[in-house]
């Protein structure tokens, strides 16, 4: 960027071109004061305390409101400037009480620290007598407006950067103050409880209710979503008592969700923790040694055939977690039965871009979704499952983007969409190839693209037959006119970026969709290009290293097919041993084979499918048929409770590793803290049985080492290590030690050479509604809690932001059934019943309720339909057929 020279105080500064007086003079090392200025947000000038000279200029303008101009002359600390900005300091004091410089304990606030640089400690002025009530709902912050300087920079973060709006600045002269729609309290506005105006807060208005301070701190990776943010865990007396965002960290830039500032420290120092080692006898679970533990599983482990085991590993696990878990199913029990939860929610996503693509994975990065002129959200919630990409979305709307969203449900962003498609459940393949019968039609195809960078067009062109739009309106619910609409705006705006999520891939035709997404983005040659592609937002901090590593039942590490002789064989020569030839069984299968005994024993790392699964009722019957049930984890999740033995493992926080999130970043984990109690990092646990069961290569003494192993034998970590991740993140593809990482896939040719079109035809869902079961459940996230709540379900502040389940329900169903909001109500399946709350709300279209799946109270999966897409053999949770009936007091 071009660049300019200024004088500021007799020094030569040089500044960008675009920059304030204020940022050039931040560049140069020079202190200015400031209470409203905030590098996030638009230059605002509220305070009056930045205030300059500058030479041949009338008045003294504010310095984070002035652009800088070459051979401007500036002086910030003349006589003149110190007065000005001594009296509005002294106004600010006289309007609020005596402690206002000092009432955080062990702090320096932004205001303590310019009267402090004014030497300004008492105003001159009369101090007022207004007194507002504080306002401490909300369970992670309160909110004392008696310190509050109307910045407005929390009003402006809430807006600028969260999208939110949750509180603006209300009434006027004296009564002037921040509020909530209807000057209610914070916690029944629609505030999210992020925290991001809390860290932005010049004086301690609003502050977190633990203000203790940390005495170190360790750059770490967030456990939660896949969006990876980089944070620091404060630490104090051995415990982690704070996460602040990593303002450096490229994914999140500081931000965080309330999950990821709040929903941490909380559960790593619960008193529910595993500590030691549990064996179950005479029915019940009884405290172990570590010893004798690992010996019982290695003996029961050793009495089984390859075919009669299966290990389920995690996507909650690091990368050398997940490595040595498959590693160990393969060279040490002798079976590809080993498999993770990604078979619930990206299986569609692997097997339909690696079809399309060559490579199963986000094309593109985070940052560069803020510069897309057109986004279609498609299947994803995204503000709720991945709020920080929520932030980026709205970020691009704010700067010009089209929005297009396409969700049966009225999610967040439907508020900020240029065109919401309400299409029915199931339909995306219609609605999708009804758009690009559009674009096709009308000549809005990048035939150039098409031509030199594809392959199969022909075919896929005679697919479309198939979707004129009578028949994608018929089938989706959406008008031709604004299918219509929705090809035009995504095929005219240039970059244009898809960005799905489990509305996609949680199908019986999952594969299908995925496959769709892949067409669109290629007949308009929206791939390869910044803030383009093809975008899976993954569901779990590291769903995409442990398929990257090999934990799926048909690949090894890297995606390299256990069905290739030569792939076999390099494995078996690295690994000292011989491998099965043959691909394993999936999550759904292994399941059932332990329904019909042909499983007899399975290790599970870190899952808990006794909720996380569809039709959980079947799933917790084959897990009490198994001989065998070891489960590894933090807590004693649902799943834990009917295991054998229950292994203690240690948190994130208790551990180093990687972390790979959604966009292919390879991120470090850091030990920030001793693991609780006589827990074990999940890799080491499994090397000691391993190295019982007379396996070879499990004598790894630290991560680091087992990272040196992935790159040996995976292409696309080849260059990874973590010397070169102590700074920052590398994106795979990143096959040598000097390669920078790869931001954006497919830019020259694709993985597999040449972009495929496949020609697609619509499959309904496997259910449809009937007269039995006449409302269709889709199932969802909510911000407040995470998967199935074995984390979350511990932060006494997530239960009181959602503490149960709701049965989302429009207004025109319940008023049929009687039903109000608030109301318990049973839903029925062909599998299962549970019982929850009624929310009603127009966000439901009518025939349709939703319900998320953190709740062991009701247990939503208990209904789910565990029907498979044939193809990536993921369940179809998205769709099923249900009936909701009023409970009666006596049945409460």
Excluded at 125 to 140: G, L
Excluded at 277 to 287: D, M, T
Excluded at 342 to 352: E, I, S, W, Y
Aim: with cysteine.
């Amino acid at each position: 960027m071009d660049t300019i020279r200024l004088t500021i105080n007799g020094q030569e500064v040089k500044a960008k071109r675009d920059a304030t007086v204020l940022e050039a003079a931040e560049e140069a090392g020079i202190y200015i004061p400031t209470l409203c200025a905030d590098p996030d947000l638009e230059p605002y000038g509220g305070c009056r305390l930045c205030v300059v000279e500058i030479e041949g200029w009338r008045g003294l303008p504010t310095a984070c409101t002035t652009p800088v101009v070459g051979g401007m002359v500036v002086e910030t600390e003349t006589p003149a400037v110190k007065k000005v900005r001594r009296v509005a300091l002294q106004l600010l004091i006289a309007e609020h009480p005596a402690d206002f410089l000092t009432r955080v304990k062990n702090q320096r606030h932004d205001l303590e620290q310019i009267a402090a640089h004014l030497g300004v400690t008492e105003s001159a002025f009369a101090r007022s007598t207004k007194k507002f009530p504080v306002d401490s709902s909300n369970p992670f912050f309160n909110f004392d407006r008696n310190y509050c300087i109307l910045c407005a920079k929390c009003v402006r973060t809430c807006d600028e950067i969260c999208g939110v709006g949750a509180i603006d600045l209300g009434f006027r002269g004296y009564q002037a103050r921040v509020a909530t729609f209807n000057d209610g309290l914070m916690l029944d506005s629609s505030c999210q409880s992020c925290g991001e105006c809390v860290v932005r807060c010049p004086t301690a208005a609003l502050i977190p209710k633990d203000t203790r301070q940390p005495t170190r701190e360790v750059k770490t990776t967030c456990p939660y979503c896949g969006v990876g943010c980089g944070i620091y865990l404060g630490i104090r007396d051995g415990k982690v008592i704070a996460v602040r965002g990593d303002r450096e960290n490229p994914v999140n830039r500081g931000s965080l969700c309330v999950k990821g500032r709040f929903g941490v420290a909380e559960f790593i120092h619960h008193p529910q923790r595993l500590t030691t080692p549990l064996i179950r006898w005479g029915g019940k679970l009884v405290a172990a040694g570590w010893e004798e533990a690992l010996d019982l599983i290695a003996a029961r482990l050793a009495s089984y055939q390859g075919d009669e085991v299966a290990v389920i590993s995690s996507a909650k696990g690091t990368n050398e977690d997940n490595y040595i878990i498959q590693k160990f199913a393969r060279t040490v029990l002798g079976t590809n039965n080993v498999d993770h939860c990604a078979r619930l929610c990206h299986a569609p996503t692997v097997a339909g871009l690696a079809q399309s693509f060559g490579s199963g994975a986000m094309t593109n990065s985070i940052s560069e979704i803020a510069d897309a002129a057109a986004i279609l959200a498609i299947g994803t919630n995204t503000s709720a499952a991945h709020p920080i990409i929520g932030e980026e979305v709205k970020r691009a709307v704010r700067r010009g983007a089209k929005l297009i969203v396409a969700n049966p449900r009225q999610i967040e962003l439907c508020r900020f969409a240029d065109l919401w498609l309400q299409h029915s459940l199931g339909s995306d393949v219609a609605l999708l190839m009804g758009m690009m019968r559009v674009i096709v039609n009308e000549g809005l195809l990048d035939k150039s693209f098409i031509e030199k960078r594809c392959e199969n067009f022909d075919a896929f062109a005679k697919s479309l037959e198939g979707f004129d739009l009578d028949f994608a309106e018929r089938i989706s619910g959406v008008p031709a006119q604004k299918i219509i609409e929705a090809a035009r705006i995504y095929a005219t705006n240039r970059p244009a970026t898809i960005l799905y999520a489990m509305g996609i891939t949680q199908s019986s035709h999952g594969t299908d969709n995925v496959i769709a997404t892949a067409n669109l983005a290629m007949l308009t040659g929206n791939i390869g290009q910044p803030s383009s592609g093809v975008n899976p937002l993954r569901g779990q901090n590291n769903v995409q290293g442990a398929c990257d590593m090999g934990a799926l039942p048909d690949v090894y590490p890297g995606y390299q097919s256990v069905g290739d002789p030569a792939i076999r064989q390099k494995f078996e020569s690295a690994w000292s041993c011989s491998l099965p030839p043959e691909p394993g069984l999936t999550l759904t299968e292994i399941l059932q084979a332990a329904y019909q005994k042909k499983i007899k024993a399975v290790y599970l790392m870190g899952e808990n499918p006794a909720l996380s699964d569809p039709d959980a009722g079947h799933v917790r019957e084959s897990l009490k048929k198994l001989e065998l049930l070891v489960v590894q984890d933090v807590f004693l999740s649902e799943t834990a409770q009917l295991a054998d033995v229950v292994l203690p493992a240690a948190s994130f926080a208790e551990k180093d590793g990687t972390f790979t999130n959604t966009e292919r970043r390879v991120q470090l984990v850091r030990k920030a803290i001793e693991p609780i109690g006589d827990s074990k990092p999940d890799w080491l646990i499994t090397c000691q049985i391993g190295q019982r069961l007379g396996g070879k290569g499990f004598a790894f003494t630290h991560p680091s080492q087992i990272m040196d192993e992935i790159t040996r034998l995976t292409p696309s970590y080849g260059g990874i290590s973590y010397e070169r991740l102590e700074n920052e993140g590398l994106q795979w593809p990143c096959p040598t030690p000097q390669h920078p990482g790869t931001p954006i896939l497919h830019k020259e040719q694709f993985t597999r050479g040449k972009g495929k079109f496949m020609p697609l035809e619509y499959k309904p869902p496997m259910e449809l509604a009937d007269d039995d079961y006449p409302l269709l459940l889709t199932t969802e996230r909510s911000l407040y809690q995470y998967h199935t709540g074995t984390l979350t379900r511990k932060v006494k502040g997530l239960n009181i932001l959602r503490g149960e389940e709701l049965v989302e329900i429009n207004p025109a169903d319940a008023l049929a059934l009687g039903v109000a909001d608030g109301d318990k109500v049973k839903v029925v399946s062909r599998r299962g019943e549970v019982v929850a709350k009624a929310r009603v709300t127009e966000a439901s279209p009518p025939g349709v309720i939703s319900m998320s799946f953190h709740f062991a109270e009701s247990p939503t999966n208990l209904l789910t339909n565990p029907a498979l897409d044939p193809v990536s053999k993921i369940p179809e949770l998205k769709v099923c057929a249900v009936r909701v009936e009023k409970v009666t007091g006596s049945q409460h």
